[in-house]
């Protein structure tokens, strides 16, 4: 039954890719779209958990490729009232970016996004060291960051930077358990990073949401978006900057929610939420509770991944400036920057690709003065992006058998090695890594 439903899944996608090539994404396409997710999801749940996963990725795969197609092949206007589709008014602009613009900003987008990527890898080290756990920061930590980095580019989700650099902090210091709440409390400070950045452009930015709001003939409801986008943003940025600076204030919040349960106990949804909710607090408190007294530590980690993601958004006015577009404004673009990236983050696609293009162009074809301009500029912010760490593969190579770093203390106690040696180790398996995190902080949550 379960394969069934896939094929029907797959009938109605197959219409859904005919009309992308087509270039029509009305309503008809929303609907083949929705059948198909209906039946995908009602269907891989009752096929065997061992395919599974490999159903998952083939899915992503098509996932991504049909949605850069629908992206690239929807029609807009160009020069003198004709519609084309977006591959070819992108064709028809690249032939008129000047070289030298073009590999000078894109040089500095590379070295504006490298920066982020050695901040991010400066928190991951200060929340180790907060664990008691010490490597060497250029050629353990931050080459465990590239080759991560690397590996997740043919990965989906965070699985193969989070997992990488996971396994072989667990792996040298043979301290799973507290690498795990490292990378737990890793997770919650790069999520509120990127909402900081919203909340620190957002005055500077509102433009976009003008823009936006416009293009969908509703100017008048632009402060209220923007209001939306304050609150939650500054919420999540305050519940955690709380909850880091004073625990107990979770704690508290958890009571509060724990309370709703007589309200909410008879609606299904309504209590799913909740138990959502208090599972979060739940890891987000055992994960602060390892990091007692050092809350300067945790505040610098905060701010490390508040550069990263502030530097991933401004890449994209860097893009901008390589493709010609002399009237790109800093503040604007790295603010409608930085929700793509988070709506990057949740879309079904591998590394984001074509979702990332199509928020780009959504966002922000007014500031970079057309559809072709956004989409080029997201699409070159990617591989910017990629081209600045990719080379991290070369690290990869050199992780023989044999390999450790030039030291690994536990507690400031030089660790033995001998476990390595004894124990069966297969390398480094992001899908496992994944199940052991995700077990290791269940148990956290739940003591």
């Known amino acids: 039954m379960g394969w069934a439903l896939v094929a029907l899944a797959a009938f109605s996608f197959s219409a859904v890719s005919w009309l992308a090539w087509d270039g029509r994404l009305g309503f008809m396409a929303i609907g083949a779209l929705l059948t198909a997710a209906g039946f995908y999801f009602a269907g891989r749940r009752k096929i065997d958990s061992k395919v599974r996963g490999k159903v998952d990725m083939t899915a992503k ?14 029609p807009i206007e160009i020069e003198g009232g004709d519609k084309a589709p977006i591959v070819e008014a992108i064709a028809l602009y690249i032939d008129q970016v000047d070289s030298t613009t073009f590999i000078t900003f894109a040089l500095i987008a590379m070295a504006v996004k490298f920066v982020g990527v050695i901040s ?25 960051f590239l080759i991560g980095r690397f590996i997740g580019t043919f990965l989906p ?12 902090a667990g792996k040298y210091s043979n301290q799973w358990a507290r690498a795990v709440t490292a990378k737990a409390l890793e997770k919650f400070i790069g999520v509120t990073g990127l909402f900081l950045g919203m909340v620190v452009t957002l005055p500077f930015g509102y433009q976009v949401i003008v823009d936006v709001m416009t293009n969908a003939g509703k100017p008048e409801s632009a402060p209220l ?31 509060v929610v724990e309370n709703l349960t007589g309200v909410v106990s008879g609606i299904g949804p309504l209590a799913k939420i909740r138990d959502k909710i208090l599972g979060l607090l739940g890891q987000f408190t055992a994960a602060v509770g390892a990091y007692r007294g050092k809350l300067g530590l945790l505040l610098t980690a ?13 890449v994209y006015y860097f893009t901008a400036l390589a493709i010609g577009v002399t009237t790109a404004e800093f503040w604007p673009i790295t603010f409608g920057s930085t929700i793509q990236i988070l709506a990057t983050l949740l879309s079904p696609t591998i ?29 070159l912010g990617f591989i910017a992006a990629e ?31 001998a476990w390595i040696d004894d124990a069966d180790d297969s390398g480094f398996d992001a899908e496992k890594i994944a199940a052991e995190r995700a077990k290791a902080v269940q148990d956290a949550s739940g003591s």
């Open 61 to 74: 795969v098509l996932f991504t490729i049909v949605g850069c197609m629908a992206l690239l092949r929807h």
């Open 120 to 144: 991010s890898a400066y928190a991951w080290h200060l929340l180790l060291k907060g664990q008691g756990i010490r490597y060497p920061f250029w050629s353990k930590i931050m080459t465990a």
């Open 157 to 168: 989700s965070t699985l193969g930077l989070d997992g990488y650099t996971l396994y072989e």
């Open 225 to 255: 978006l923007a209001g939306a986008i304050a609150t939650v943003a500054g919420g999540v940025s305050l519940v955690v900057v709380a909850g880091l600076v004073r625990p107990g204030l979770i704690q508290w919040i958890m009571g």
């Open 302 to 314: 905060l701010a490390a991944k508040f550069v990263t993601h502030f530097t991933t958004a401004a």
């Open 351 to 379: 590394a984001g690709e074509g979702a990332r293009e199509a928020f780009q162009a959504l966002l922000l074809s007014e500031q970079l003065g057309g559809v072709a301009q956004a989409v080029l500029s997201g699409a």
């Open 387 to 417: 081209a600045a760490t990719l080379w991290g593969g070369m690290f990869l190579w050199t992780r023989r058998a044999g390999w450790r770093p030039g030291f690994a203390e536990v507690d400031g106690v030089q660790v033995d090695y």
